[in-house]
T-cell receptor, first 112, second 112 residues
Framework: EDQVTQSPEALRLQEGESSSLNCSYT??????LFWYRQDPGKGPEFLFT???AGEEKEKERLKATLTKKESFLHITAPKPEDSATYLC?????????????FGKGTKLSVIP | DSGVTQTPKHLITATGQRVTLRCSPR?????VYWYQQSLDQGLQFLIQ???????AKGNILERFSAQQFPDLHSELNLSSLELGDSALYFC???????????FGQGTRLTVV
């Protein structure tokens, strides 16, 4: 069973059309949740860290929120340069260590 | 620039060969992760080190091994290479396991 599940797999938006990406996670053992942006052939770029339900973080047109079961990445009035794959990752503790587990990502395309 | 350096950027080698990928973490980061990303696939966790010690293992093949040295740089060794090992290999570092991880730009390995 996947610990982190993202939906939708792909999303096409018109420029300026706001939307949200979803990340569902296994609650047991979760110690933090991260959002990343990945451009093709590049390393994931860190966006946000969320630790507690109710927490929100914002950066430009992006806002990440965390509930007890899910996290959302809200994109307001997106621009073509926001096109990328957005990855959600959960940090899980166990056996004296932490493991960072990624979802499969949502590929966002913003059409001019 | 995330501060994580991976070398080489590209590597082309033949089946059956052995290669070594290198990662220098961000200054002050003690934890290093290795991930594999095949074409259009998600990030697969391979292995994690913390301050020189192995802390977590994912689906890492027996043909693959890694280590973290006293200066905290890490190497991932891939041996008896097969065509299916062709992928992007990413290194990430963090201060500790439940803090945000920063990724390098990856090594693109092509096995021919």
């Amino acid at each position: 069973e996947d610990q982190v599940t993202q939906s939708p797999e792909a999303l096409r938006l018109q420029e300026g059309e706001s939307s949200s990406l979803n990340c569902s996670y296994t609650v047991s053992g979760l110690r933090g949740l991260f959002w990343y942006r990945q451009d093709p052939g590049k390393g994931p770029e860190f966006l946000f860290t969320l630790y507690s339900a109710g927490e929100e973080k914002e950066k430009e047109r992006l806002k990440a929120t965390l509930t007890k079961k899910e996290s959302f990445l809200h994109i307001t009035a997106p621009k073509p340069e926001d096109s990328a794959t957005y990855l959600c990752a959960g940090v899980y503790s166990g056996a004296g260590s932490y493991q960072l587990t990624f979802g499969k990502g949502t590929k966002l395309s913003v059409i001019p | 620039d995330s501060g994580v350096t991976q070398t080489p950027k590209h590597l082309i080698t033949a089946t059956g060969q052995r290669v070594t990928l290198r990662c220098s973490p961000r200054s002050g980061d003690l934890s290093v992760y290795w991930y594999q990303q095949s074409l259009d696939q998600g990030l697969q966790f391979l292995i994690q080190y913390y301050n020189g010690e192995e802390r977590a293992k994912g689906n890492i093949l027996e043909r693959f091994s890694a280590q973290q040295f006293p200066d905290l740089h890490s190497e991932l060794n891939l041996s008896s290479l097969e065509l299916g090992d062709s992928a992007l290999y990413f290194c990430a570092s963090s201060v500790w396991g439940n803090t945000e991880a920063f990724f390098g730009q990856g090594t693109r390995l092509t096995v021919v």
